[in-house]
């Protein structure tokens, strides 16, 4: 059996990204708007556009009884300049700020780090009324969803994504959590934000290896999602270079738009959610398999849709031309496209622990075509055939 949920993404997607987003006129220039769509109360929404931290107040509703905000961040984000105007917003709408910051990169995303935020909100004291910002990239995201996730049975996130990964996927929809020494991400909470806000003008002091990785997950929404993202990485070359941040506002925003809808039509990862793990089970193999770090998230994934797409291809659902043109759109942006030679057996044993597959097989999201993701259980034959194939 193949395809146990079909063809398309069924929100929506590929008649109408976008449809979703409207522009909004904000004190000094423009935002867009997505949101996603909860249903009783719960509808958060994305803004995107450049500038926007210094006028955040106008851009997102914050909840009249907040009196109290836990600033978390980390000390790259604070020396780039963007904690300050978070909280001078806050400070200025009449709100007592705390800065908490953690150290910096992925080991932060563990026990004793959390404890020292929970800590940091029970010294201020927060309140179940009052807010935890997050500014920073996924870890900071992740990290203090989770502590707000947790801290007085939850209260109120506010996600200011400051890395291209985190605006077009981590800072949306709600999953928060933390590591431990046996493993990633396994320990969390679904915790929905008040709203997310991806100030584009951040991305601009990013690392230019970190911006790359953002790539990743874009392609990944041109192919399961939005054609036109796909397009419009094709057409520019140099999309972060000098100071025309347009192409990749627009970038951001199609792609957000495009998480937003995944998630509204499915928050929990009953069915369509499913689909934005094109290109990670063999990506997260590689991350598990070269220890986390030295592969970027989106460097993985980007290696990963290249094993989906060929996966996809010997199975005969996906076109060559899709292949090659997945394959050179990745090189084109600086992305790997074959990653280090791997011990075959460790990485069918991590891309094995997906239960539901069935013996002797993993779940894998291919394509029919552009904006057509399904999935489908190959044999592990057929995935050493393709790794073969690749050199990996
Ligand atoms: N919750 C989700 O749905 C989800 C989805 C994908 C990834 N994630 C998580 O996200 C994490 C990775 O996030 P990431 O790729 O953003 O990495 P990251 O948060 O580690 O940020 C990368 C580096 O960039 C620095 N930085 C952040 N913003 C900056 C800026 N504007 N200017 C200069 N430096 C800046 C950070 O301090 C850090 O050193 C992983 O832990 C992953 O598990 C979560
Ligand atoms: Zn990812």
């Known amino acids: ?146 502590a707000a996730a947790t801290y007085g049975r939850g209260i109120a996130v506010l996600q200011v994504p400051t890395t291209l990964l985190a605006q077009v996927d981590a800072a949306i929809g709600g999953k928060t959590g933390i590591n431990l020494p046996e493993g990633k991400n396994l320990v969390g909470a679904f915790h929905q934000p008040i709203a997310v806000v991806c100030d584009v003008n951040t991305l601009a002091t990013l690392p230019a290896r970190i911006l790359v990785e953002g790539f990743g997950e874009i392609v990944k929404y041109g192919l399961i999602h939005d054609h036109l993202v796909l397009e419009r990485l094709e057409q520019g070359t140099p999309l972060v270079q000098g100071d025309d941040l347009s192409v990749l506002e627009e970038l951001v925003a199609r792609s957000a738009d495009a998480k937003a809808r995944i998630v509204g039509a499915d928050e929990r990862e009953a069915g369509v959610r499913a689909y934005l793990n094109f290109g990670h089970t063999y990506g997260h193999a590689l991350e598990t398999l070269t220890g986390y770090g030295e592969v970027l998230h989106g460097e993985a994934v980007a290696i990963g849709m290249v094993v989906a797409l060929r996966v996809g291809e010997r199975l005969g659902h996906t076109p060559l031309e899709l292949v090659t043109r997945g394959e050179r759109l990745l090189a084109h942006l600086g992305l790997p496209v074959r990653g280090p030679r791997l011990d075959r057996e460790a990485v069918w044993q991590v891309m094995a622990r997906d239960k539901k597959a069935g013996p002797d097989r993993v779940r894998f999201v291919v394509l029919d075509g552009i904006a057509a993701p399904r999935v489908i259980t190959p044999t592990r034959s057929d995935v050493d055939a393709v790794l073969d194939d690749l050199g990996a």
Do not use: C
């Not at 004291?125 to 900071?140: C, I, K, N, Y």
């Open 1 to 146: 059996m193949t395809g146990s949920d079909g063809k398309g993404t069924g929100v929506g997607g590929e008649a109408s990204p976008g449809v979703n987003a409207e522009r909004l006129d904000g004190v000094s220039g423009l935002a867009r708007r997505v949101e996603v769509r909860l249903g009783a109360g719960r509808t958060y929404p994305v803004v995107v556009g450049r500038g926007l931290l210094d006028e955040l107040g106008s851009h997102v509703p914050l909840p009249g009884s907040v009196r109290r905000a836990l600033v978390v961040s980390q000390p790259p984000v604070l020396a780039a300049g963007h904690v300050d105007p978070v909280e001078a917003v806050l400070l200025g709408a009449g709100i007592e700020v705390t800065r908490h910051l953690v150290p910096d990169g992925e080991p932060a995303k563990a026990v004793d780090v959390l404890a020292g935020i929970w800590r940091a909100a029970a010294a201020v004291p927060l309140t179940r009324d009052d807010l935890v910002v997050a500014v920073g990239g996924g870890v900071v995201g992740d990290l203090a969803g989770f």
